[in-house]
């Protein structure tokens, strides 16, 4: 069987069963069209390693393999090894199923040895940001990242400051990729719809990513900053060197962590990591 010799999705679901589980996060976009713009918005796939976490029923992986990738599909929900299986069969070598947890798994061990791997995926919307963290700040480096998330979450990642969407996820995201939202889809695009809309956001790293100790210590200051997010920095970054910290990082400490630019936060972790404001 060939890819184009495939039910539609739709189809497959029923002859399987299958129905999505909200406590998953899943939502199914069953549109081929649609998963066809999300595969060409991820670049130039021809030959190039693709990890796809959540497939469900295989449409955008569907897209992906047309697009000329080879997809490494993460899916923890057992039922739908039977769907993917029939999709793998018909990819002629192009699809590996992964049966893990996208949380905890090591996307470096499941690609090939240097061969840079592109993240694409309809992103299950309960662990969508943790995951974005994680691809952001640990050791697996994606070569770009096509993701989707809830509008609400994608406009929180492409915020700007003093915007009430800024946020630690703003930061992270712009201090060590270029995130850009690159398609919007409304509610109905999906089976069942989302109580929201959604939105395509596509990471280029970053022209000068900061090493990993910078990377730490801008962990350990949005946290603490956006934690109490209302208060001055004085008092927000207090127990990690408060107005002393700001002076050497050149931050007035009577601002709120909203109106501080990532370049600002870098300046405070570099700050943190040189020891100012310890005792």
């Known amino acids: 069987m ?16 299958l ?42 992986t569907r897209a992906l393999i047309e697009a000329g990738a080879h997809v490494i599909a993460i899916e923890r929900d057992a039922r739908f090894r ?4 029939e999709l793998a069969a018909a990819a002629g070598g192009r699809l590996t199923v992964v049966d893990a947890d996208a949380l905890t798994v090591d996307e470096a061990a499941l690609a090939p040895p240097g061969t840079p791997a592109r993240v694409v995926a309809n992103l299950p919307y309960n662990i969508s940001a943790p995951l974005l963290v994680k691809w952001l700040t640990g050791p697996f480096r994606p070569a770009s990242m096509t993701l989707m998330f809830q509008k609400e979450v994608a406009e929180r990642i492409t915020a700007a400051p003093a915007s ?24 109905r695009a999906f089976t ?60 007035d400490p009577g601002l709120r962590a909203e109106a501080i630019p990532v370049a600002g936060f870098l300046a405070l972790a570099r700050a943190l990591m040189s020891g100012a404001g310890s005792p």
């Open 82 to 85: 039977p769907m993917l299986a």
């Open 164 to 187: 009430a969407a800024y946020g630690r996820l703003s930061v992270l995201a712009q201090a060590l990729s270029e995130p850009e939202i690159v398609m919007t889809l409304p509610a």
């Open 192 to 251: 069942p719809p989302p109580r929201v809309e959604s939105a395509v956001v596509r990471f280029e790293p970053a022209a000068e990513r900061p090493d990993d100790a910078t990377i730490a210590a801008l962990e350990t200051i949005t946290q603490a900053a956006f934690g109490q997010r209302r208060k001055m920095l004085r008092s927000s970054l207090k127990a990690l060197g408060g107005a002393q910290l700001c002076a050497t990082a050149g931050i």
């Open 19 to 60: 129905s999505a589980k909200r406590a998953l996060g899943q939502h199914f976009l069953l549109d081929l069209n649609l998963t066809a713009k999300i595969a060409r918005l991820a670049g130039p796939l021809e030959g190039s390693t693709v990890i796809e976490v959540g497939p469900g029923p295989g449409g955008l």
């Open 2 to 17: 060939r890819l184009g010799a495939l039910p539609p999705l739709r189809e497959g679901l029923a002859k399987h069963g």
